[in-house]
Protein backbone atom coordinates (compact mmCIF):
# COMPACT_ATOMS: atom_id res chain seq x y z
CA UNK A 1 0.00 0.00 0.00
CA UNK A 2 1.34 3.54 -0.82
CA UNK A 3 2.50 6.00 1.45
CA UNK A 4 1.00 9.78 1.33
CA UNK A 5 2.96 12.89 1.78
CA UNK A 6 1.32 16.33 1.16
CA UNK A 7 1.56 19.90 -0.28
CA UNK A 8 -0.81 22.00 0.54
CA UNK A 9 -0.43 26.13 0.32
CA UNK A 10 0.55 26.54 3.25
CA UNK A 11 3.93 24.43 2.49
CA UNK A 12 3.42 25.69 -1.14
CA UNK A 13 4.91 29.40 0.51
CA UNK A 14 4.89 32.26 -2.46
CA UNK A 15 7.25 35.40 -0.81
CA UNK A 16 7.62 38.10 -2.95
CA UNK A 17 10.47 40.55 -2.47
CA UNK A 18 10.55 43.87 -4.22
CA UNK A 19 13.50 45.29 -4.33
CA UNK A 20 14.11 47.92 -6.50
CA UNK A 21 13.64 52.39 -6.50
CA UNK A 22 10.21 52.99 -7.67
CA UNK A 23 9.47 49.32 -7.51
CA UNK A 24 5.16 49.66 -6.95
CA UNK A 25 3.88 45.71 -7.52
CA UNK A 26 4.95 42.31 -8.57
CA UNK A 27 3.24 39.04 -9.14
CA UNK A 28 3.56 35.87 -10.35
CA UNK A 29 1.32 32.99 -11.36
CA UNK A 30 2.28 29.35 -10.53
CA UNK A 31 0.80 25.74 -10.74
CA UNK A 32 1.67 22.39 -9.55
CA UNK A 33 1.10 19.99 -12.55
CA UNK A 34 1.08 16.13 -11.75
CA UNK A 35 2.36 13.62 -14.58
CA UNK A 36 -0.76 11.18 -14.50
CA UNK A 37 0.29 7.30 -16.07
CA UNK A 38 -0.24 7.37 -19.70
CA UNK A 39 1.53 10.88 -20.29
CA UNK A 40 -1.67 12.89 -19.13
CA UNK A 41 -0.71 16.21 -17.10
CA UNK A 42 -2.88 16.99 -14.59
CA UNK A 43 -3.18 20.73 -12.87
CA UNK A 44 -3.99 20.27 -9.00
CA UNK A 45 -4.58 23.05 -6.21
CA UNK A 46 -2.02 23.49 -3.84
CA UNK A 47 -3.75 21.16 -1.12
CA UNK A 48 -3.24 18.67 -2.97
CA UNK A 49 -1.91 15.48 -1.13
CA UNK A 50 0.19 12.95 -3.64
CA UNK A 51 0.81 9.20 -3.11
CA UNK A 52 3.99 8.06 -3.04
CA UNK A 53 5.42 7.99 -6.57
CA UNK A 54 3.67 10.35 -8.09
CA UNK A 55 5.56 12.33 -10.19
CA UNK A 56 5.05 16.65 -10.66
CA UNK A 57 6.45 19.79 -12.19
CA UNK A 58 5.88 23.57 -11.71
CA UNK A 59 4.82 26.07 -13.70
CA UNK A 60 6.12 29.56 -12.73
CA UNK A 61 5.41 32.62 -14.77
CA UNK A 62 6.89 36.06 -13.32
CA UNK A 63 4.86 39.09 -14.69
CA UNK A 64 7.90 41.04 -14.39
CA UNK A 65 11.58 40.52 -15.16
CA UNK A 66 13.56 39.76 -12.24
CA UNK A 67 15.26 36.49 -10.18
CA UNK A 68 13.25 33.63 -9.39
CA UNK A 69 14.66 31.41 -6.41
CA UNK A 70 12.60 27.91 -5.63
CA UNK A 71 13.52 26.41 -2.64
CA UNK A 72 12.70 22.69 -0.93
CA UNK A 73 13.13 21.77 2.29
CA UNK A 74 11.57 18.43 3.16
CA UNK A 75 10.19 16.38 5.67
CA UNK A 76 14.01 15.27 6.83
CA UNK A 77 14.74 19.14 7.43
CA UNK A 78 17.03 19.20 4.55
CA UNK A 79 16.88 21.77 2.12
CA UNK A 80 17.48 21.61 -2.07
CA UNK A 81 17.70 24.33 -4.40
CA UNK A 82 15.24 23.44 -7.17
CA UNK A 83 16.07 27.23 -9.12
CA UNK A 84 18.42 28.62 -10.46
CA UNK A 85 19.45 24.98 -12.09
CA UNK A 86 22.42 24.66 -13.98
CA UNK A 87 20.31 22.53 -16.02
CA UNK A 88 17.98 25.45 -17.07
CA UNK A 89 19.42 28.89 -17.95
CA UNK A 90 22.51 27.95 -17.36
CA UNK A 91 22.03 28.51 -13.44
CA UNK A 92 21.09 32.02 -13.48
CA UNK A 93 18.31 32.98 -11.48
CA UNK A 94 17.04 35.89 -14.00
CA UNK A 95 13.78 35.07 -15.83
CA UNK A 96 12.43 37.53 -18.45
CA UNK A 97 8.77 38.15 -17.40
CA UNK A 98 5.84 37.14 -18.65
CA UNK A 99 7.58 33.88 -19.95
CA UNK A 100 6.11 30.07 -18.97
CA UNK A 101 8.95 28.62 -16.77
CA UNK A 102 8.08 24.36 -16.09
CA UNK A 103 10.57 22.89 -13.99
CA UNK A 104 11.81 20.93 -14.80
CA UNK A 105 12.00 21.38 -18.06
CA UNK A 106 9.98 18.42 -20.51
CA UNK A 107 12.09 15.48 -21.15
CA UNK A 108 14.20 16.19 -18.18
CA UNK A 109 11.88 14.24 -15.63
CA UNK A 110 10.07 15.00 -13.31
CA UNK A 111 10.15 15.83 -9.41
CA UNK A 112 9.16 12.60 -7.62
CA UNK A 113 7.74 11.96 -3.76
CA UNK A 114 9.26 9.01 -1.95
CA UNK A 115 7.70 6.40 0.26
CA UNK A 116 8.45 8.87 2.96
CA UNK A 117 5.19 10.56 4.34
CA UNK A 118 5.28 13.83 5.60
CA UNK A 119 5.26 17.68 4.00
CA UNK A 120 7.07 19.18 1.24
CA UNK A 121 7.61 22.78 1.72
CA UNK A 122 8.51 24.99 -1.43
CA UNK A 123 9.37 28.38 -0.83
CA UNK A 124 9.46 30.62 -4.30
CA UNK A 125 11.10 34.05 -4.04
CA UNK A 126 10.83 36.58 -6.71
CA UNK A 127 13.09 39.33 -6.40
CA UNK A 128 13.97 42.34 -9.61
CA UNK A 129 17.48 42.08 -8.18
CA UNK A 130 19.57 39.00 -7.24
CA UNK A 131 20.11 37.84 -4.30
CA UNK A 132 22.93 37.45 -3.27
CA UNK A 133 22.36 35.45 0.29
CA UNK A 134 20.10 32.89 -2.10
CA UNK A 135 22.86 32.81 -4.75
CA UNK A 136 25.24 31.04 -2.15
CA UNK A 137 22.89 28.68 -1.67
CA UNK A 138 22.42 28.42 -5.24
CA UNK A 139 26.06 27.95 -5.77
CA UNK A 140 26.61 25.56 -3.17
CA UNK A 141 28.34 27.45 -0.61
CA UNK A 142 25.73 27.21 1.79
CA UNK A 143 23.03 24.05 2.73
CA UNK A 144 20.91 26.19 4.83
CA UNK A 145 19.19 28.92 3.76
CA UNK A 146 18.40 29.98 7.18
CA UNK A 147 21.84 30.60 7.90
CA UNK A 148 22.38 32.80 5.69
CA UNK A 149 22.40 36.48 6.21
CA UNK A 150 20.42 38.65 3.97
Known sequence: ?????SVTLGAFTVLAWL????????AMDYEIRVDR??????????????ASGEKFRLRITAHNDGYLYILNKGTSGNWNMLLPDPRINNGDAF??????????REGHG???????PGVETIFVCFSRR???ALDTV????ETDPARVES
Not at 1 to 5: I, K, L, T
Not at 95 to 104: A, R, Y
Not at 110 to 116: G, K, M, P, R, V
Not at 138 to 141: P, V
Open 110 to 116: AYQFDAT
Open 138 to 141: AHGQ
Open 37 to 50: PGGEVRHVPETATF
Open 130 to 132: AVP
Open 19 to 26: AGAGCTRT
Open 95 to 104: VKGLTDLVIP
Open 1 to 5: MARFG
